[in-house]
């Protein structure tokens, strides 16, 4: 029981003048930490006595000890409803990055499913933020029974994709989508991708683009000191769906 509900509670054992302490704390309980007990007794239009009276009823030894309870209370409320304003914050712009996740391109979503489900190697990239969507894929990929080579640094990479062949399927993860950062991860390759070669970015202007076949623009910001947002989430969320696309898929 916090102390307000204390002082609801001992209403019936108010007096009037005493009624007029409860009935102003109440409604100002910030005071308390700023008031005297002459301030509150003048602001509450009843005197010391009543606001003594008041704490004693409450179980303390007087004003002080009151204040003192009063104070931690109005601070951890403070407390709990700002942290309350900033979940209510983040969710907000997530719910709303997550509703236009509808509006991506589900025919194109199914494409890279059909072409991730097959005989050959699937190549998945993916280095910084995004590494861990790109392991995901790769993890979920060989979990589902299909060959799935993943590199997250640019010696990895390049060992691995000099082994691209035209009926290869690679999956690059770049939240920028900017070539100053693939200049080594896709050496000698980028100019000559397979046909099954797909770019997942938040990026809609993405340098990278024009290399690959396909481009899947994701939703959110892509200045990651600007924004709350993981800028690993969005795609992640999106991998998910393709692998359970994938499952179904799989199982049809």
């Known amino acids: 029981m916090n102390i307000i509900e204390s002082i609801k509670n001992h209403h019936q054992d108010f007096s009037r003048s005493e009624v007029k302490v409860e009935n102003y704390i109440i409604e100002h309980p910030e005071s308390v930490e700023l008031f005297t007990i002459t301030k509150l007794a003048d602001e509450a239009h009843t005197s010391t006595g009543a606001v003594l009276r008041f704490c004693k009823i409450l179980g303390y030894q007087g004003y002080k000890d009151f204040r003192f309870n009063m104070i931690n209370y109005i601070h951890t409320i403070g407390k709990s409803k700002r942290n309350d304003d ?108 397979p046909l099954n070669s797909y770019l997942i970015t938040l990026n809609p202007q993405a340098e990278l683009s024009k290399y690959f076949s396909n481009t899947i623009t994701l939703p959110g910001n892509i200045n990651s000191k600007k924004s709350i947002i993981d800028l690993q989430s969005i795609p992640i969320i999106y991998t998910e769906i393709l692998l359970n696309l994938i499952y179904e898929k799989s199982n049809a």
């Open 86 to 193: 900033i979940i209510d914050e983040y969710l907000n712009i997530y719910e709303r990055i997550l509703n236009q996740l509808r509006n991506c391109d589900i025919h194109i979503m199914e494409q890279l499913a059909h072409d991730l489900i097959n005989k050959n190697v699937n190549y998945i990239l993916g280095i910084h933020y995004s590494s861990l969507p790109a392991k995901l894929l790769s993890d979920g990929l060989i979990d589902l029974g299909y060959i799935s080579l993943f590199a997250d640094d640019f010696m990895k990479a390049e060992h691995l994709t000099t082994n691209l062949s035209d009926s290869s399927t690679i999956v690059f993860y770049s939240i920028d989508g900017a070539k100053k950062n693939t200049a080594h991860f896709l050496s000698g390759v980028i100019d000559e991708l």
